[in-house]
């Protein structure tokens, strides 16, 4: 590689001051924020983002088309029939975002219905590297006997209540610190039974935002 460069007209003795230089006098980077994961605030399960997103990010729970053929209060009262008769499709040309939907909708209420775990969840993202076990405040985090990142019921979280979990003051520690974004707190665990978004594969484009009945009620990004 060095021969390569001095070929192009690079001195082999400049070359090394320049490689000196930059030991000693290492320039100053700004420090790179950290992608974060958009947030789903609410959810119908529409389905409208999946269909949307350019790099399918997206993925809804697989029964979605089994639970919305069953009532049909979305269409009985979108004011556009805008929602076709197999109520898992909707025609967004025709949807105004009006949100009389989401008032009538039963996914928000099945996903109320899901059992609230007491402690974070880990999902299949999770590459066990460990960088979450020396940060848990509450030693909380370790290798199982597989070797599988596990936490225990130490976690501050498992004694908190519903209410509290919703407080700035929570311990967000081992999902800020996770690189795989594999932490699911237990507030977000429901939410991410009905809608799943993969972080490495987004491109942040925001069709799904601008496609949602929900507008920025229904996916929020973090800038």
């Known amino acids: 590689m060095l021969k390569r460069t001095v070929k192009k007209g690079i001195s082999k003795s400049k070359l090394l001051k320049n490689i000196l230089s930059n030991v000693l006098n290492p320039k100053e980077f700004e420090k790179q924020a950290r992608t974060k994961k958009p947030v789903v605030i609410e959810c119908l399960a529409c389905g409208l983002c999946e269909k949307a997103c350019p790099t399918e990010s997206i993925s809804v729970f697989k029964f979605k088309n089994i639970i919305c053929?069953?009532?049909?209060a979305c269409a009985n009262v979108c004011p556009v029939d805008a929602i076709h008769e197999n109520r898992f499709d909707i025609d967004s040309e025709k949807c105004t975002k009006c949100g009389y939907c989401a008032l009538f909708c039963t996914i928000p209420i099945i996903m109320n219905e899901i059992p609230v775990i007491k402690i974070p969840y880990i999902t299949g993202e999770c590459n066990d590297c460990g960088l979450c076990i020396p940060k848990c405040p509450e030693k909380a985090i370790y290798y199982n006997k597989f070797g599988k990142i596990t936490i225990s019921d130490n976690c501050s979280y498992y004694n908190?209540?519903?209410?509290?979990?919703?407080?700035?003051?929570?311990?967000m520690i081992c999902k800020n610190y996770c690189p795989m974004n594999a932490i699911v707190l237990p507030k977000d665990y429901n939410k991410s039974c009905i809608i799943k978004?993969?972080?490495?594969?987004?491109?942040?484009?925001?069709?799904?935002?601008?496609?949602?009945?929900?507008?920025?009620?229904?996916?929020?990004?973090?800038?």
């Open 197 to 223: 978004l993969d972080i490495n594969s987004c491109i942040f484009c925001k069709d799904c935002q601008y496609i949602c009945p929900l507008n920025e009620n229904g996916i929020e990004f973090n800038e």
């Open 69 to 72: 053929e069953n009532c049909g």
């Open 160 to 171: 908190t209540d519903n209410d509290s979990q919703n407080s700035k003051n929570e311990c």
